[in-house]
């Protein structure tokens, strides 16, 4: 947003808000709304691939080994579990569906683009 303000010569002292900011400039959908919507739609088409698919079993999590030290680095399914606000298999059973998905998937991004 910061960029935004130095490409129009708004000062940092200036009260003005992020949305007068994106109006003046013509941005009608947020750049994370636009993120969000492209990982929700790649979560999608990979969890209808078939069960045996390299994809499906790293986006979904599914991956052996031990954890490493350290803080736990956010996953696919952390990304998807918190746009959602459900549980992962609850998306994954949605996604079956290609029409319920994109419908679903409008209504997250909508809602996120509202948000901001």
């Not at 994106?22 to 969000?36: P, Y």
């Not at 986006?59 to 459900?86: C, F, L, N, Y």
């Amino acid at each position: 947003m910061w960029c935004w303000r130095r490409m129009l010569g708004v000062s940092w002292t200036e009260f003005r808000t992020n949305i007068s900011i994106l109006q003046e400039i013509g941005i009608k959908k947020r750049l994370s709304a636009l993120v969000q919507s492209c990982i929700l739609k790649f979560f999608g088409h990979v969890s209808r691939r078939e069960s045996d698919s390299i994809e499906r079993l790293v986006v979904q999590g599914k991956v052996e080994g031990t954890r490493g030290r350290g803080r736990s680095p956010m996953r696919w399914t952390d990304q998807i579990k918190s746009a959602v606000g459900g549980p992962l298999h609850e998306c994954t059973r949605l996604s079956a569906s290609r029409e319920k998905w994109r419908m679903f998937v409008g209504r997250v991004t909508s809602a996120l683009k509202d948000a901001s």
